[in-house]
């Protein structure tokens, strides 16, 4: 007997499903049917949360929070690649920024008064991607059973 190997097809479906069940999440809490405000948006704290954004990677991180098998390791390797993304983005800001000096686009004043203003930028709260919101879903959700696994690990160590 062989198992039936997953083809794009039907992970793109399972992918767009996932996305569906976050989507009716929303729906809920922007309807305030829910106590909760991971993915409502709100002009007021930089959160325009968009489903369609969310990855393979989300999916899998979601099915082991819901059936609590995520890991603290798991989670932390989760937050590091969201937050090396948003990393990634202003990086290849500047390197966009030098390549145009180095063109000759722009004279060595405008490039420092740009550079300037990407610093400033980046003290500035910026709007959080789709993938860190659903992140500080994903930790809000995972901390209650991590925590209580932890402390069952440290029981029976004793």
Not at 31 to 41: D, G, I, M, V, W
Not at 57 to 64: G, H, L, N, P, S
Not at 107 to 132: C, G, I, M
């Amino acid at each position: 007997m062989s198992e039936a190997i997953p083809t794009q097809q039907n992970l793109e479906e399972k992918l767009q499903q996932f996305r569906a069940e976050i989507a009716v999440l929303q729906a809920k809490e922007e309807k305030k049917e829910l106590p909760t405000a991971h993915f409502r948006r709100d002009a007021d704290v930089n959160r325009d949360f968009n489903p369609t954004e969310l990855t393979e990677e989300d999916m899998q991180i979601y099915e082991k929070v819901r059936n609590r098998t995520l890991t603290f390791d798991e989670l932390a390797r989760y937050r590091e690649g969201i937050r090396s993304e948003a990393d990634r983005e202003d990086q290849a800001r500047r390197m966009a920024l030098w390549n145009r000096l180095l063109a000759k686009e722009i004279t060595t004043q405008q490039y420092n008064e740009q550079l300037t203003k990407l610093d400033a930028a980046a003290k500035v709260p910026r709007p959080k991607s789709s993938r860190a919101i659903f992140g500080e879903y994903v930790v809000n959700e995972a901390m209650g059973f991590l925590y209580g696994q932890d402390a069952k690990k440290k029981g029976n160590a004793n």
